[in-house]
């Protein structure tokens, strides 16, 4: 069992530019979470899929970023018009089923320069 | 919303001394997990303890669900201790899922 897999582990863009983060959850797990890391705001939740279904996006930034989860081996989550406040470490998460623990991956490290 | 209080902010550590760390929330949890963060690392599952006591190795994880409070107790701490360590919660209902994380403790475990 290799974890929660992220690609890649860092990223440089340019301002205005577009990133797409990859994430692999643990084979068999039907829950998938985003959550982004600053030294600021601390842990925050960003969106979560159950079943490849998008449940509850209550903390993704409404114009720029999206989400999916086309099949249950991976979810990317695509940030538009990156702009420097949005660097940050973007982590995933996923556990068995939906109230079961999680488990993160190794989080993805935006810079936007 | 939900708000996760967690204490000392920070702390430092003589090796083998003792630490508690505490986690203190504002709504009834029904999952609770403590996670331990290198620097650079990822967060690594410590616990998944929505109530109870349970053990592993030199931790312990204490929840009284109904006081809205856990704790964590290091014994024997060491040097490769050092890192963040968050309590995150979350309440189970229809639509609700995400965990919420308190800010953290910072511990420093010194020779």
């Known amino acids: 069992n290799a974890g929660v897999i992220q690609t890649p582990r860092h990223k440089v863009t340019g301002k205005g530019q577009e990133a797409t983060l990859w994430c692999e959850p643990i084979s068999g797990h039907s829950a998938v979470f985003w959550y982004r890391q600053t030294i600021v705001q601390g842990l925050e939740f960003l969106t979560y899929f159950r079943n490849q279904a998008p449940i509850d996006d209550s903390g993704m930034p409404k114009e720029r970023f999206s989400a999916q989860m086309p099949n249950q081996s991976h979810s990317t989550l695509k940030i538009q018009s990156t702009q420097p406040q949005d660097s940050a470490v973007y982590l995933c998460?996923?556990?068995?089923?939906?109230?079961?623990?999680?488990?993160f991956g190794p989080g993805t490290r935006l810079t936007v320069l | 919303g939900q708000q996760v209080q967690q204490s000392p902010a920070s702390l430092v550590l003589q090796e083998g001394e003792n630490a508690e760390l505490q986690c203190n929330f504002s709504s009834t949890a029904t999952r609770l997990q403590w996670f331990y963060q290198h620097p650079g690392g990822r967060l690594v599952s410590l616990f998944y303890n929505p109530s109870g006591t349970k053990h592993t190795g030199r931790l312990t994880s204490t929840t009284v669900t109904n006081e809205r409070r856990s704790s964590l107790h290091i014994s024997s701490s060491q040097t490769t201790d050092s890192g963040t360590y968050f309590c995150a919660i979350d309440r189970a209902s229809s639509s609700f899922s995400k965990l919420v994380f308190g800010q953290g403790t910072s511990l420093s475990v010194v020779p």
């Open positions: 998460a996923s556990s068995l089923v939906r109230y079961a623990e999680q488990f």
